[in-house]
């Protein structure tokens, strides 16, 4: 059955990444997406210096130094490259970036982008284990206690207690107490949580009231769909809909709006 358990995990995978992956190409994309930070690029600066005499231009009927004008960021082809490649592809991407244009790239979206559109597109930048890091840090007390299968049964029902209180107020729910005991808690032992008996089925509920109701928990919404597009994102599609009657695509489409929107729909994929 290992073949099967393979498959699926591999149909669980929203982001695959490009099969023909080349950074160089990739950074230099969003580059000229993002060309205005900087100004003229290298490559420029490098010719104007080469040729500082004037350039005759017929539109004028003089002699001008032409230089192309930095244009406005191109946020979408900034969405087609970050949101169709993995997360290993990402970090390539990075280094090619501050290879050939002396730029940190993280750096350089936070510069360029704003609201919840950056939010999405930085949390796409980090390595998945500094991720974590930085939405658990609060939350991070110790280390699972992975190292042993007991379970302490009074522990996991006070656990699934504390979750479903915690849960109650999904919007303004208690983030640090599910971040605590999702994170800290063995395999073993959260299996005792009802909560976690079915993960994609939380995770369906998580990203369904995330977006029910006045207004969008935007930082949950980002969280479930970043952390998941390689690992189960499509299983938990299926069970959205199952639940909900209709797609998680058409809910963010109807929730959400503009680049950010466009982003998150790209990550997504595909209705099942």
């Given at each position: ?25 990739d ?24 040729f500082p ?5 017929p ?35 990075a ?23 950056e939010?999405?597109?930085?949390a ?12 658990l ?14 379970v302490?049964?009074?522990l ?10 915690a ?22 032992h959260?299996?005792?949580?009802k909560?976690t ?19 969008t928990?935007?930082?949950?919404l ?16 299926c069970q ?16 959400t ?12 994929g595909?209705?099942?």
């Amino acid at each position: 059955m290992a073949w099967w358990k393979a498959w699926i995990e591999q149909e669980g995978i929203a982001v695959k990444g490009s099969p023909h992956f080349n950074p160089d190409p990739d950074a230099e994309t969003l580059y000229k997406a993002m060309k205005g930070i900087g100004g003229i690029s290298p490559l420029l600066s490098h010719q104007a210096a080469a040729f500082p005499f004037p350039i005759p231009s017929p539109h004028w009927g003089c002699c001008v130094l032409t230089l192309c004008t930095p244009a406005g960021t191109n946020e979408q082809a900034i969405i087609d490259v970050l949101t169709k490649r993995s997360n290993a592809q990402r970090q390539q991407i990075a280094k090619s970036f501050k290879a050939q244009f002396g730029k940190d790239l993280t750096e350089t979206l936070k510069s360029e982008l704003s609201g919840k559109f950056e939010r999405l597109i930085v949390a796409l930048m980090y390595p998945p284990y500094r991720y974590e890091a930085k939405e658990l840090h609060d939350a991070m007390k110790g280390s699972r206690d992975d190292v042993t299968s007991f379970v302490d049964p009074g522990l996991a029902l006070q656990d699934a207690q504390d979750l479903y209180a915690a849960g109650e107020k999904i919007c303004g729910t208690d983030e640090m107490k599910f971040i605590t005991i999702l994170c800290t808690r063995s395999a073993t032992h959260l299996l005792r949580v009802k909560c976690t008996r079915n993960l994609h089925r939380y995770f369906a509920e998580r990203l369904y009231y995330a977006m029910k109701g006045a207004g969008t928990c935007d930082g949950i919404l980002i969280r479930n769909i970043v952390s998941r597009s390689e690992i189960d994102l499509n299983l938990i599609k299926c069970q959205f809909k199952e639940m909900y009657g209709k797609t998680l695509s058409s809910v963010i489409t109807e929730d959400t709006s503009g680049d950010y929107k466009d982003a998150l729909l790209s990550l997504v994929g595909s209705d099942p």
